[in-house]
């Protein structure tokens, strides 16, 4: 029997151990990042099959005498939303598996010049302490090649490797610049998501200090006003009177906030400080309205209310001011626009504001 023909046979034994660590990896590494501060966009894993299997023993040559000298027998693949994510990524496997540093590499250094294969490749192995516990302890030397790489470069490897053409040298004179010109646009925008995150982050550190200082100048988005009801005191003492009169507590829980901001947009209420003056001018109607208008028989003292309540109900009080249904109308079907009853729900809202 010649080394390829025992190697295949030894994988043919193995399989199903190679499977049921597999598995296991998958399961771990996906634990451990659901725990993290980093989860990624997908992990996906496999054992090598067969064929596959075949192709890299001749292409390899000699360098191969048994099957487990091959460290990819199990590959897990990890694509991250941002390459930036990477590292922290690396990081997590890092301090949770033993490290085969010889076999891996990063390709991000050695593939500088080649998007698509950027990727970080770690071969690893369960550490000492896990081989001791029962569930991990017979995969005790096995390894696994875990692939980290982003969205955005996995996209473009993939494509490539649809297209056809794998490297450089593969691709016709013609077709070179564009797959370049291809490849810069999504390292590119590869780089420009890690800054717009990265702003995006500063904003809403800064949204404490500035709702405080010039909440005229402040905007009104989802960051925005996530941070003005997480932290104004009328927000909490219109959401206590609610309370007291419904006998419902707020569940401090923030409901859907595409709809909040809707709701203002129509009435162009555009910065924090547009808000804060509305609510003060209807503070004292704003908790009567939601006890007239909520049905109390869908809503349990269990699940309770969201803290965005005061404001979502602003929005039908400022539709009413005139007492006109038909001005009601025209802010529903803005807001809601596949309603089925417009006039029954007019109805209900020139009632509560009585």
Known sequence: MTSKEKIIKDFEDNKSKLEDFCKKIHALIDELLRNSSTYPHQITSRIKQKEKLDEKIDRKKDKYQKLFDITDLVGIRIITYLESEVDDIAKIIESEFLIDNINSIDKRILEIDRFGYRSLHYVIEFDSSRCELSEYKRYKSLKAEIQIRSILQHAWAEIEHDIGYKGEIEIPDFAKRRFNRIAALLETADSEFIHLKDSLEEYQSSLPQKLTNTPKEV????????????????????????????????????????????????????????????????????????????????????????????IFYLGYILSAQNNDSNEIIAFLKNVFPNHSNYSELSNRILSANL
């Not at 923030?254 to 209420?269: A, E, P, S, T, Y």
């Not at 808000?275 to 003292?301: G, R």
């Open 219 to 310: 905007k009104l988005d989802k960051a925005s006003l996530t941070e003005f009801i997480n932290s104004d005191k009328l927000i909490d003492k219109l959401n206590d009177e609610i309370s007291n009169l419904t006998g419902i507590k707020c569940n401090n829980e923030i409901g859907n906030l595409n709809q909040v901001l809707l709701r203002m947009k129509f009435f162009n209420i555009s910065s924090i400080d547009d808000l804060k003056s509305k609510l003060i001018t209807y503070q004292d109607k704003i908790p009567v309205f939601v006890n007239k208008f909520i049905d109390m028989s869908v809503i349990s003292e269990q699940e309770g209310y969201s803290k965005d309540w005061s």
